[in-house]
């Protein structure tokens, strides 16, 4: 079982920044990839940005240029800058980290974080 910390998110004004981080502590499991998924109400999830081991991430169309994606493989953390924030951005933003254990017979499954919450007010 991999079990994710998120931090980050909150409250800004449109065009300001926020930070969000993602971790996955322990060894024992294989990160294939990790990533940001994103829910406005009632609204589906959809992908905001993932990268997987050793290959470049990949971005909705909606925060190319605006976000950035990076990932330290050692400490199976990743990190979402969030720049010139719009108020379709506010949503929960959701870590997910696609990894593979023993206990999955090495088959990589999908792992979600709690979700945090990211307001942009107008």
């Known amino acids: 079982q991999v079990q994710l910390l998120e931090s980050g998110g909150g409250l800004v004004q449109a065009g300001g920044s926020l930070r969000l981080h993602c971790a996955a502590p322990?060894?024992?499991?294989?990160?294939?990839?990790m990533g940001w998924y994103r829910q406005a109400p009632g609204k589906q999830r959809e992908l905001v940005a993932v990268?997987?081991?050793?290959?470049?991430?990949n971005y909705a169309e909606s925060v190319k240029g605006r976000f950035t994606l990076s990932r330290e493989d050692r400490k199976n953390t990743a990190h979402l800058q969030m720049n010139s924030l719009k108020p379709e951005d506010t949503a929960v933003y959701y870590c997910n980290v696609r990894a593979a254990s023993v206990g999955t017979d090495w088959k990589s499954v999908d792992y979600w974080g709690q979700g945090t919450q990211v307001t942009v007010s107008s």
């Open positions: 322990g060894s024992a499991f294989r990160v294939d990839a």
């Open positions: 990268i997987t081991s050793g290959g470049l991430p």
